[in-house]
């Protein structure tokens, strides 16, 4: 039996990025000249000064006549001066050489031709007005360039003028990139049965094209020793810094580390941060190695940790550093002591009025909700603003204290947008699409939790928007009754759609499914939706109903955040059933068993219904293509004249 890997020498973050740095800072960075034209996005290795003075002569900044300054003392509107061509002025074009023995330049303008080859003038010229003097733009021996600039289009001018044909920068490094694992295939085929597409490799090169960086991609290789060996034999020899992906956590199939240990020297193995604890970091002949994560957020994190900034100064480019905020938290939040975890994160700016409703004691300071964790989780990113840190040393924040946030968006783009929690459903998706396509765009992010977990953080201030369609058995209304429990302040409530809610079951329902009753069917499987999102409160009300108890239900412990993941479960064959909206059955080709149709609502406090997002997302809601296009969408109806309505919250014993 094959023997596991164990971390050599896992340090903290602020260890590892030491050792690390103290490594990569003493190789030897390649300088070469290079032909000014073809320096655009390249490093400068050393400071450049002018050759020449530009202009190298005093030049006509206008088009005109140049005189001597002193022989138009006195001339005014009242007092024109006549002038010869030839004999007491010159006729100039712009860039044209001033003629020896003048000193400034009339425009034409202000010069009145007269027979006789004379002109007339109507004011006094100052000595070199409209005149570029020799070494306007720039002195000869002037510095230009310092070492480590980025050459962008105005370098490039700048020393093409002053005399500058060739510049030393430093050369591009190349990047050897190697992707590992039985179970990798290339994103152009459609995986089977346990394979795994590479993307790891695409997310790393397309950094490395953004940043002009050439890369050597070997390939996927099988977890065969022998030949990830050779590979990185062949990366030495023609690449500066080589990157291997998956292979370096405690696996039995995990052979970097034993590779970079054979060959030359493991720097580093395991840090103490999560996600991306597998990291490994060494050498072999001078050449920087890195083993990353397979899981894609580990590979990603590590990535900019450890490999950007190597990569960077090899090419002599500053470090690339992201914009830290600090953040206020309005939940616990858990988290394993000993290791600094990193967080997926929105980030919501609370208007200042909020502070007269007690919600908000900053109103500059925003709110940090985190999103789902796992390394593997790659659409929590795609939605976060930015990751949360939270430090080592505990166990986790508590509300109202401050956490690190580093910016994964412009913050502008951040305040300006809208955060949403509660109960999602595919309509957030084109909502969220219609406000990207707005003139004046609005960024909708939206965290699926459940109605119930949707309205609470709509009122302790984590959100602007929440979503729900949390039924009251006892008025049958909707949404209203459980807000009024909780509510603050005014809430405004627009219904987004009516939906039908039903049972999700294979083509041709195999199961024979007519109804709730069917669920305390020994042979059926079924699987839930997570406590507090509305329908598992639709579901538990229908089951009290009929008299049928939970623990008479396979699966009804078996739990999913979204409409989607239940659809999936059923449509993979897990389980036999789940509750869900029409509107999944068709997107995962299911069948549906209809039970009721509920009102879907977004919910947020009415004194920000004038705010620019939250009145651009209303017009979008409200507008007839929206309204005329859920008459189209399989499973939903418009609200009609009911569509907003508003709740105020109870008064307490003082009348307040």
Known sequence: MAERNVYLDKKDLAAARKLWQQFY??????????????????????????????PHFN??????????????????????GILEISRSCQEVNTGDPLPQGYNAVIKIEDVELLEDNQVRIFSAAAPWQHVRTIGESVLRGEQLITTGQRLKEYHIGALLEA??????????????????????????????????????????????????????????????????????????????????????????????????????????????????KPVLLGSINETPVIGLPGYP???????????????SWLAGRQQEYRNKITARIKRKISSRPGRLEFLRANLYYPEPQEESSGTNSNGDRPVAVP?????????????????????????????????????????????????????????????????????????LKIQSRG??????????????????????????????????????????????????????????????????????DDEISFINRQRGAGTRILLDHQLSRRGIEPAEISGYQREEYTHAAVAQAVAAGTADVGLGIKA???????????LTRERFEVIFPARLENSRAVARLKEVILSSDFQDSLKNRSGYQPAGDSQIRYLKPRRDNNGN
């Not at 990113?381 to 994964?408: H, K, M, N, T």
């Open 584 to 594: 999944m059955a068709e997107a995962f080709e299911l069948d549906f068993v209809p």
């Open 163 to 276: 005399g500058i044909r060739e510049i030393e920068v430093y050369k591009t490094p190349r990047l050897g990139l190697l992707a590992t694992g039985d179970e990798i295939i290339p994103p152009e085929k459609e995986p089977d049965l346990g394979e795994i597409v590479d993307f790891n490799s695409a997310m790393i090169s397309s950094w490395c094209k953004q940043n002009e960086i050439e890369v050597d991609f070997a390939g996927i290789i099988p977890d065969d020793r022998d030949r990830i060996s050779a590979e990185i034999n062949a990366l030495v020899e023609t690449t500066d810094l080589i990157i291997i992906i998956a292979g370096s956590s405690a696996g039995k199939k995990d052979f970097t580390p034993g590779i970079v240990a054979d060959k030359g020297e493991v720097i580093l193995h395991g840090v103490d941060i999560a996600p991306g």
């Open 451 to 520: 109605s119930q977990a949707g309205l609470h953080a709509l009122v302790r201030g984590e959100c602007q928007l929440a979503t729900s369609h949390l039924l009251d058995p006892d008025s049958g209304d909707y949404n209203l009754p459980y807000l009024r429990q909780i509510a603050r302040e005014k809430y405004c409530l627009l219904t987004l759609a009516w939906r039908e809610q039903g049972l999700l079951v294979a083509r041709g329902n195999p199961c024979k499914i007519e109804g709730l009753s069917n669920l305390a």
């Open 59 to 80: 030049a006509a900044a206008m088009d005109g006549i140049a005189v001597k300054a002193e022989q138009t003392r006195g001339v005014n509107e009242r007092n024109p």
């Open 371 to 443: 999103r789902s964790r796992g390394a593997a989780a790659m659409k929590s990113i795609l939605q976060a603003d930015g990751l949360l840190l939270v430090p080592a040393d505990r166990e986790g924040l508590s509300p109202g204290e401050e956490a690190e946030i580093i910016l994964l968006e412009r913050e502008q783009d951040i305040k300006e947008g809208l955060l949403l929690l509660g109960s999602n459903d595919p309509l957030l998706e084109t909502l969220q699409q219609e406000l990207r396509l707005l003139d004046n765009p609005v960024q």
């Open 25 to 54: 800072q003493q190789l030897h960075r390649i300088r070469e000249n290079i032909a000014v034209q073809e320096a655009a996005a390249r490093i400068s290795a050393a400071a450049v000064r002018a050759k020449r003075s530009a």
């Open 297 to 311: 957020l580990s590979c990603l994190l590590d990535f900019h940790i450890f490999a950007v900034p190597a990569v």
